[in-house]
C-alpha cells in the first residue's frame, strides 16, 4: 500500500546524552504541503530532532506521529531523508547508486534508471553519471544527496541543512525542486542556517534554542509577537519624542527616530479605536507643528531579528 503525504507531528520529543538533555519536550508541526524552516544555532538540537523523526536516533520521551497515528516503520520508509552526515558511497557510480538506493523502497531499477538520469540532468550532472561520487567536488556530492532523497515521490521530505555549499544557481534548482514537492501535498522540514533563505522560501518556521522550541508560525505570525515599532523621520532634532506619553524610544539620531508604542489605551482615548492608531495620529499631529514630517512608517523586522529575539 503507497504511504500518502501526511502532516508530521512532533509531541513532547526528548532525547538525553547521560545527564545532558539536548531535546527537551520538543513539540510542533510539519503540515502538508507546506515548507518548514528550521532554524537555530550549532546544538540547538536540529540534527538530534530529525534522527529520532526518522527513527536513526532512540526517543527518550514523546512522540513522532504520522497524521493521526503514531508513525511507522513502513511510513518512515516513505520520507525522503537527508541526513548531516552524508550517506552517499564513495566509490560506487553515482547512476548506479541512486538506483540502489531507490531499490531499497521498493522502486523498478528500470524506472529508477529513467527517473535519477532525469534528476541529473536538471542538476547538470547527467555527464558525471558514470562518475564515482569521489569525483565531484562537494557541491555536486550535495545535489546527488539530495536527488537521492527525493526519487520514487516520497510521502515526505526531512533534509538537514540542504542547501549548505550550494552555489546561488544550485540554491534556486533545489528550491524549484522541493516547490514542486510541497504543490503534490508533500510536507517539507528542512534546517538551515542561512536565516534569509529560509524566510523567502518557507512557509513556517521552527525556532529550536538549547533544545527548546522558542518560536513557531508564519512569518507573519512571529512577526505579530514582537514588539511593534515604527519608523520617524522629522525636518527638525527628534528629540521631543521622549517625553510623548505612550511612546518609547528605541533609538534617536537627529531627525530620525525609531520607536515602540505602548499597547495601553491612552488617557481619554476614543472607545473602539486602536489605541496604537491614536498614538501615531498625535506624533503625526506634534511633528507637523514642529516643523513638518518626512517619513512615519511601520518597520517589519527581518527573520534575523525575529531569531536574535527569541533565542536570547
Given amino acids: ?10 509531541s513532547d520529543l526528548t532525547r538525553r546524552f547521560g545527564d545532558r538533555t539536548v531535546v527537551d519536550a520538543v513539540s510542533f508541526t510539519v503540515p502538508e504541503g507546506l515548507m518548514t524552516g528550521f532554524v537555530g544555532g550549532n546544538g540547538a538540537g536540529k540534527t538530534t530532532t530529525m534522527r529520532m523523526i526518522m527513527g536513526v536516533l532512540g526517543i527518550h520521551g514523546g512522540e513522532v506521529r504520522w497524521g493521526d497515528h503514531p508513525v511507522t516503520t513502513a511510513e518512515r520508509r516513505r520520507i525522503g531523508y537527508m541526513p548531516e552526515e552524508r550517506g552517499l558511497y564513495p566509490k560506487q557510480k553515482i547512476l548506479e547508486q541512486l538506483v540502489y538506493l531507490a531499490s531499497l523502497k521498493g522502486v523498478d531499477p528500470g524506472e529508477a534508471k529513467g527517473e535519477a538520469q532525469g534528476l541529473l540532468e536538471r542538476f547538470g550532472l547527467g555527464d558525471r553519471a558514470g562518475d564515482t561520487v ?6 555536486n556530492q550535495q545535489r546527488v544527496q539530495i536527488i537521492a532523497a527525493v526519487m520514487s515521490r516520497p510521502a515526505a521530505l526531512v533534509l538537514d541543512e540542504p542547501f549548505s555549499g550550494l552555489d546561488p544557481a544550485a540554491v534556486d534548482s533545489m528550491a524549484d525542486l522541493l516547490r514542486e514537492q510541497t ?10 542556517h542561512q536565516l534569509d533563505l529560509v524566510e523567502r522560501l518557507c512557509d513556517r518556521l521552527v525556532v529550536l534554542a538549547a533544545g527548546q522550541v522558542r518560536a513557531e508560525g508564519t512569518t507573519e505570525e512571529l512577526r505579530s509577537q514582537g514588539p511593534v515599532r515604527y519608523r520617524l523621520t522629522l525636518a527638525g532634532d527628534a528629540g521631543w519624542v521622549r517625553a510623548v506619553p505612550g511612546v518609547h524610544c528605541v533609538d534617536i539620531d537627529g531627525p530620525t527616530a525609531l520607536l515602540e508604542l505602548d499597547p495601553g489605551g491612552a488617557p481619554g482615548g476614543a472607545a473602539g479605536v486602536d489605541p496604537a492608531d491614536e498614538r501615531v495620529d498625535h506624533l503625526l499631529r506634534e511633528g507637523l507643528a514642529r516643523g513638518g514630517v518626512r517619513e512615519l512608517v511601520r518597520v517589519v523586522p527581518p527573520l534575523s531579528a525575529i531569531y536574535r529575539e527569541v533565542t536570547a
Avoid: C, H, N
Fill in 134 to 139: 569521489e569525483k565531484l567536488s562537494l557541491g
Fill in 1 to 10: 500500500m503507497t504511504t500518502r503525504p501526511a502532516t508530521i507531528t512532533v
Fill in 183 to 192: 504543490a503534490r501535498g508533500v510536507p517539507v522540514l528542512f534546517s538551515s
